[in-house]
């Protein structure tokens, strides 16, 4: 009897929207992920898969109902543009936040994430600090 071994599909924009669309603490996995990811949030530099998913699933247990849109990509080789809307409630009603995401991937797997929106408008609009995830 032979096993067979599933290989994890490419990371890709249109993997981030898919997962984003609707996303949920429990789904953030490490599967697309290199084991020593880094992740430049505008706050912190994450090292590591444990320490990056830890961030994501905060953000999404603190903002419960939280996705994002995805407005524009870009492919560059090993790099992947991403300009998204989060639509979230936070203690003034619902709102929307845009942001940015540089994400380069290396093997299929995401390798770095630089991650960039406006810190002041989000702690506004949610009622959170990044020191809060």
């Given at each position: 009897?032979?096993?067979?071994?599933?290989?994890?599909?490419?990371f890709?924009?249109?993997?981030?929207?898919?997962?984003?669309?609707?996303?949920?603490?429990?789904?953030?996995?490490?599967?697309?992920?290199?084991?020593d990811?880094?992740?430049?949030w505008?706050?912190?530099?994450?090292?590591?898969?444990?320490?990056?998913?830890?961030?994501?699933?905060?953000?999404?247990?603190?903002?419960?109902?939280?996705?994002?849109?995805?407005?524009?990509?870009?492919?560059?080789g090993?790099?992947?543009?991403?300009?998204?809307?989060?639509?979230?409630t936070?203690?003034?009603?619902?709102?929307?936040?845009?942001?940015?995401?540089?994400?380069?991937?290396?093997?299929?797997?995401?390798a770095?994430?630089?991650?960039?929106?406006?810190?002041?408008?989000?702690?506004?609009?949610?009622?959170?600090?990044?020191?809060?995830?």
């Amino acid at each position: 009897m032979t096993t067979q071994q599933t290989t994890p599909q490419p990371f890709t924009a249109q993997a981030f929207e898919t997962f984003w669309a609707d996303p949920k603490p429990e789904y953030v996995t490490p599967d697309p992920f290199v084991p020593d990811v880094v992740g430049f949030w505008p706050d912190t530099t994450l090292h590591g898969v444990e320490d990056y998913t830890a961030r994501l699933k905060n953000l999404l247990s603190q903002l419960p109902g939280m996705y994002l849109t995805l407005a524009e990509f870009a492919n560059n080789g090993e790099y992947i543009f991403v300009r998204w809307v989060m639509h979230a409630t936070g203690p003034h009603g619902r709102f929307e936040l845009p942001g940015v995401d540089r994400i380069r991937v290396k093997d299929g797997l995401v390798a770095e994430n630089l991650i960039l929106f406006d810190t002041r408008r989000f702690a506004e609009m949610s009622g959170l600090t990044l020191a809060d995830l």
